[in-house]
């Protein structure tokens, strides 16, 4: 069970602006940066954003990230029909069994 | 560039255990973890755990403890997780991951292997 959540969906049409929110706690979004996948049907996830809110490079200035407290956001501005997949956040969780890695429920985004 | 290569398809019976392995290329091995990140039919990600290819040293998640061993292969530079005592909710898409730095600092992999489905029924 994931302690992280994500809404399950968000949908927008094309050009619009898209927002899916990540909440945890203080043991890991509130005291470690956090990252942002995308994945496509059938295959692995690609990097979207890391350390909150940096882009790998070719990754579209249209994704942002943001953090404040124990929450995170990824926007999506301009949405495009390729941009249709499950998005992910993940981070560092200062558990008692040591640091491990967690993965927020995830979002499923359409474009109408 | 840098590629992670995983093995095929497993087909296992509960009570069996699996391997599967990530062939690495493209970059200095010892020099970076590898994490192994599964996901169910249907759902999210979950991280399993790393291993460092520098001294081996692991971490891994509590409800795995017991049943997951990490392992590398310098000389081949190959990562392996091997799961024992299958069941049948461990039917789902192993990936390996590279991590930034030879110990994890958090579940940040810009490079992923193809996924490897493992499917355990009787």
């Known amino acids: 069970q994931s302690v992280v959540t994500q809404p399950p969906s968000a949908s927008g049409t094309p050009g619009q602006r898209v927002t899916i929110s990540c909440s945890g706690s203080?043991?890991?979004?509130?005291?470690?940066?956090v990252t942002w996948y995308q994945q496509l049907p059938g295959t692995a996830p690609k990097l979207l954003i890391y350390?909150?809110?940096q882009r790998p490079s070719g990754v579209p200035d249209r994704f942002s990230g943001s953090k404040s407290g124990t929450s995170a956001s990824l926007a999506i501005s301009g949405l495009q029909s390729e941009d249709e997949a499950d998005y992910y956040c993940?981070?560092?969780?200062?558990?008692?069994?040591?640091?491990?890695?967690?993965f927020g429920t995830g979002t499923k985004v359409t474009v109408l | 560039q840098v590629q992670l290569v995983q093995s095929g398809v497993e087909v296992k019976k509960p009570g069996a255990s699996v391997k599967v392995s990530c062939k690495t290329s493209?970059?200095?091995?010892?020099?970076?973890?590898i994490s192994w990140v599964r996901q169910a039919p249907g759902q999210g990600l979950e991280w399993m755990g790393w291993?460092?290819?520098?001294?081996?040293?692991?971490k891994y998640v509590q409800k795995l403890q017991g049943r997951v061993t990490m392992t590398t292969d310098t000389a081949t530079r190959t990562a392996y997780m091997e799961l024992r005592s299958l069941r049948s909710d461990d039917t789902a898409v192993y990936y390996c991951?590279?991590?930034?730095?030879?110990?994890?600092?958090?579940?940040?992999?810009?490079?992923w292997g193809q996924g490897t489905p493992v499917i355990v029924s009787s």
């Open positions: 991951a590279r991590d930034k730095s030879v110990v994890p600092s958090g579940p940040e992999f810009q490079h």
């Open positions: 493209g970059y200095t091995f010892t020099s970076y973890a």
């Open positions: 291993i460092s290819a520098y001294n081996g040293n692991t």
């Open positions: 203080s043991s890991n979004i509130g005291s470690n940066t």
């Open positions: 350390s909150n809110n």
């Open positions: 993940a981070a560092w969780d200062d558990s008692l069994n040591g640091p491990l890695g967690v």
